[in-house]
């Protein structure tokens, strides 16, 4: 019998073979890899990751389940256990210590879903400040909703603000479905499986601090035309010029914009403002 969940951490034990396959082979894991898991709860992933990494780092903060963890997988070379907050945690300080499991290099782990956003942005960095050391891939059970709108493309009605702030910085696929009976308890909603590919966005941003505060503007009322929802940093009539040389309708809404325009959009905001200092 497994542990009792506890609310608090957001706990739902998965027990899917067919979703653990899955989430395995995504994630393409091989000898020399360094593979970091966030919240391996029972250690059923982690189970699946150690004969096949060089290195195994999980990170738990649940500390009834990092007894249980250490009881049944403590003793092997390539297993490392850490208890704590993962969001609060400084890794590469705490890995001093231990130079085995020193930077890994991939990212294997079902998260727990009410803190989705903060570790995403842990492991990926934002707009304006990337992760200076990006996994090679990272691959996650989340929310469906969420993977929906991480691997969404422009027009569509998952298409928002997050999918914009992460395809900036890697490419996003969604790998398969998982029903909330692959849980015990189920939880309320339907999950997937998505991978992330970490790469360098390439035009980048001119000033990527702006193109943040341009996509939380854009987004902030999704119904309305970007036009409106713009206006306290550029003229209507401005930006209707700026997206026709973009070769974009002047009424088109966040939505429709794909990352490369709002990478150009915000390059060419940014070079319109220094033509007029000089």
Not at 79 to 102: W, Y
Not at 123 to 134: R, V, Y
Not at 214 to 219: A, I, Q, R, W
């Amino acid at each position: 019998m497994p542990p009792q969940t506890r609310k608090q951490f957001g706990q739902h034990w998965l027990k899917s073979e067919a979703a653990l396959d899955a989430i395995v082979a995504a994630a393409a894991v091989k000898k020399g890899d360094r593979v970091l898991e966030v919240g391996p709860g029972t250690g059923i992933l982690t189970r699946r990751l150690l004969p096949l990494a060089q290195a195994v780092l999980a990170v738990e903060i649940d500390r009834d389940l990092c007894k249980l963890l250490v009881e049944q997988l403590g003793k092997r070379d390539n297993f490392l256990l850490l208890q704590g907050d993962f969001l609060t945690m400084d890794l590469a300080d705490t890995l001093v210590s231990f130079p085995n499991f020193q930077r890994p290099n991939k990212v294997v782990a079902n998260i727990p879903y009410n803190i989705t956003g903060p570790i995403l942005e842990k492991l990926l960095g934002a707009i304006a400040t990337p992760n200076p050391h990006p996994f090679d891939s990272i691959v996650l059970l989340v929310q469906k909703e969420v993977a929906e709108r991480l691997s969404a493309r422009p027009s569509s009605r998952a298409f928002g603000g997050l999918s914009v702030r992460v395809q900036y910085l890697a490419d996003c696929e969604w790998i398969c479905g998982v029903p909330a009976r692959a849980f015990q308890p189920p939880p309320k909603v339907d999950s997937a499986v998505v991978r992330l590919t970490p790469r360098p966005t390439e035009p980048p941003a001119n000033d990527p601090k702006r193109l943040d505060a341009l996509v939380k503007m854009g987004f902030a009322t999704k119904r309305k035309m970007l036009r409106n929802n713009l206006t306290s940093v550029i003229e209507r009539d401005r930006l209707a010029q700026l997206l026709e040389e973009l070769s974009l309708n002047s009424q088109v809404r966040a939505e429709d914009l794909s990352v490369a325009n709002w990478v150009a959009l915000s390059n060419r905001l940014n070079q319109a403002e220094l033509n007029q200092v000089d």
